[in-house]
């Protein structure tokens, strides 16, 4: 009875049922028609935000058997559902599981994606996103946001807007470019508050870009509590003031074993670092920061390689960051406990030794190795001697690269389709295929298809946009097609 009413005060719908009642419809099959009409409304999670889980999802929720979310429809369902009425609380030590990549490209006209939280005020967490989400080793590509950079609308927002309280891990956030004015991040754009620790966020990584007013990061925007433990970001952030490479601003929270790489460029105010903006009363250690740059357009001195926080231990910045305000270079100051960091060539930051060497660190070295085929239990893994260290579910199994970079060597055609469909790869070996609707539906039965060049025909399939889910020998590629 609770959701009727809220569907019938709702005015868009009450004035629709209101119409036709004006037109009198008084047989049985315009009866049918305006049951059919509430029917839509109360299962499509896009059209009615309050619903969970989508029409057919697999799992239950719980740690064994979490929530299975394979489409983009599905993220879009979940962020409506949390961002409405007081639901937040409704994901509080519930588990959520990413099945495959999620490209969000047709997400991107006018502000872009819904984030997955949504910020009320700091001691209002009904909104919030407060449950357990497992990547799974999976990455969410192009993500855009383009919210108002003078209005609160535009406040904490990333792909999850507002979390707090649970867990996030084993995620990437690829080619996001995020315009908001406070609170932004590529993953989280505000953990926790004074209230509420923020959810402990651990093995996931960001790229893109990040503009926004202030409280910005490539990976966090502002943290309270909880940890950031081993992550990246390889971002381009900018803002006003308090930014960071990998998070901008926060309170009582402990970042360990992270890095960032990427620009950082603040134009009217300062408290501006490689790794973070302004974390007092908070922990980093083991960190490093290979930025580019780290500049300011004003004169302010607020500016280091690494950042601020209340206790810095063992950290390391690339020796020839550009640090600049105005009126030019601003000197910095070199040592494993301060804010710049301890200097090093960007070399040192591709190789093995450096990371696995327990004296360059306090407590424990990274956990890392240049053999993951060989050890595939550690965090870490680096192509040594060539790159900076990636996670180690990005390793695809002896070729060193990200498991799911695949997307430029598959390609589907035609697209828009009336029926035939070819999924085409010269250097990928293709295993499997499915396709779902917007509701996370398998509406074609598994494909079992060959290398090269396949044919699949969807002509027995309503109009409407569809996810096929490519599966490779190198892991799992999402293209959304459009039948018509």
């Known amino acids: 009875m609770h959701r009727l009413y809220y569907v019938i005060k709702n005015n868009i719908f009450a004035k629709i049922i209101n119409l036709l009642n004006i037109y009198n419809m008084k047989t049985f099959k315009l009866f049918f028609i305006k049951t059919i ?4 409304i109360f299962c499509n999670g896009n059209l009615f935000a309050q619903t969970w889980p989508p029409f057919g999802m697999q799992g239950n929720g719980t740690e064994d058997n979490p929530w299975q979310i394979t489409t983009p429809a599905h993220l879009e369902t979940l962020a409506n559902f949390v961002n409405a009425e007081d639901n937040g609380y409704q994901t509080k030590n519930v588990y959520y599981i990413l099945m495959n990549d999620i490209n969000l490209n047709g997400y991107a006209q006018g502000e872009g994606w819904i984030p997955i939280g949504r910020f009320v005020n700091s001691t209002d967490f009904s909104n919030a996103f407060q449950g357990n989400f497992n990547g799974n080793g999976y990455i969410v590509q192009n993500l855009t946001i383009n919210k108002p950079l003078n209005d ?7 792909f999850f807007g507002y979390t707090a309280i649970g867990e996030i891990k084993n995620i990437g956030i690829e080619n996001c470019n995020i315009v908001g004015r406070v609170g932004v991040g590529g993953l989280v754009g505000q953990n926790g508050s004074n209230i509420y620790n923020g959810s402990n966020i651990n093995n996931c990584y960001a790229t893109g870009n990040i503009k926004s007013n202030s409280n910005s990061g490539g990976l966090v925007g502002y943290q309270s ?5 081993n992550c990246y970001a390889k971002c381009n952030v900018s803002g006003e003031g308090q930014i960071g490479g990998l998070a901008g601003m926060g309170s009582e929270a402990v970042i360990s074993y992270c890095y960032a790489t990427g620009s950082v460029k603040a134009n009217n105010f300062d408290w501006v670092g490689g790794l973070v903006g302004d974390y007092y009363t908070q922990e980093i250690s083991n960190c490093f920061a290979a930025n580019d740059s780290v500049v300011i357009f004003n004169s302010g001195t607020n500016i280091w390689r690494m950042g601020r926080a209340n206790t810095l231990r063992n950290n390391y910045a690339r020796n ?4 600049q305000n105005a009126e030019g270079d601003v000197p ?3 040592g494993l406990t301060t804010k710049d960091g301890m200097g090093k060539d960007i070399s040192v930051f591709y190789t093995v030794d450096f990371f696995a060497t327990a004296s360059n660190w306090y407590n424990e070295a990274w956990n890392i190795t240049s053999t993951p085929e060989s050890n595939p239990d550690f965090v870490w893994f680096i ?3 060539e790159d900076f260290p990636l996670l180690m579910w990005q390793y695809s199994g002896g070729t060193g690269i990200a498991s799911h970079n695949t997307t430029l060597e598959i390609t ?3 697209n828009p ?3 035939e469909l070819r999924v085409t790869s010269y250097e990928l070996q293709v295993t499997n295929v499915d396709i779902f609707d917007i509701y996370g539906r398998n509406v074609g039965a598994n494909l079992r298809v060959c290398p090269a060049e396949n044919e699949i025909n969807i002509s027995a399939l309503s109009a409407g946009v569809y996810f096929v889910r490519i599966s490779t020998e190198k892991g799992v590629v999402n293209k959304k097609v459009v039948k018509y």
Do not use: A, E, Q, R
Not at 37 to 40: E, I, Q, W
Not at 152 to 158: M, N, Q, S, T
Not at 320 to 323: A, E, G, K
């Open 37 to 40: 009409f509430l029917v839509l």
């Open 152 to 158: 609160p609308l535009g406040d904490c927002v990333g």
């Open 225 to 229: 509590g909880g940890s950031i433990n």
């Open 320 to 323: 020839d960051m550009v640090v």
């Open 332 to 334: 910095v100051t070199n």
């Open 383 to 385: 192509n040594d001697g």
């Open 412 to 414: 589907v055609y035609p």
């Open 417 to 419: 389709t009336k029926g």
